[in-house]
């Protein structure tokens, strides 16, 4: 698990290899990202968008940008943690993610970019 803080704000990261929906011959490996979003902070805050940077190995980028995470714009009060499991897919066995959130503090509506850590997608058996 990897972890940042970043405005009062932590983003942990969990990843597991999805085998049965995952497809190596045919170049498709099926990655589950469990998300956990701390607020530290003394306000109350909204996840309003979010920005992916995904990178498989073969050297291939994307970039992912949308509202919320997984249909929800979530509110988390101080001390709270929100938590979420999403996926991404990727052309190759290994790869990486990372981003970050855009939320707004909902005492005075300013808005905050909140980093989400660098994080490796890596199929077990690539570790052998």
């Not at 698990?1 to 929906?21: R, W």
């Not at 099926?30 to 995904?54: D, K, T």
């Amino acid at each position: 698990m990897v972890a940042q803080i970043t405005e009062g704000v932590k983003v942990s990261v969990e990843t597991i290899y999805q085998p049965e929906y995952s497809n190596p011959s045919n170049e498709h490996f099926m990655f589950a990202y469990r998300i956990q979003i701390e607020n530290l902070g003394p306000y109350s805050i909204q996840l309003m968008r979010r920005h992916w940077h995904i990178f498989d190995s073969n050297g291939s980028r994307r970039e992912v940008e949308g509202e919320g995470v997984v249909g929800q714009q979530p509110i988390i009060a101080p001390g709270e943690v929100h938590e979420y499991i999403s996926g991404c897919n990727l052309q190759t066995d290994m790869g990486t993610m990372e981003g970050a959130y855009e939320m707004k503090r909902l005492v005075n509506e300013e808005y905050i970019r909140v980093n989400i850590p660098k994080f490796d997608l890596i199929a077990p058996f690539k570790l052998n």
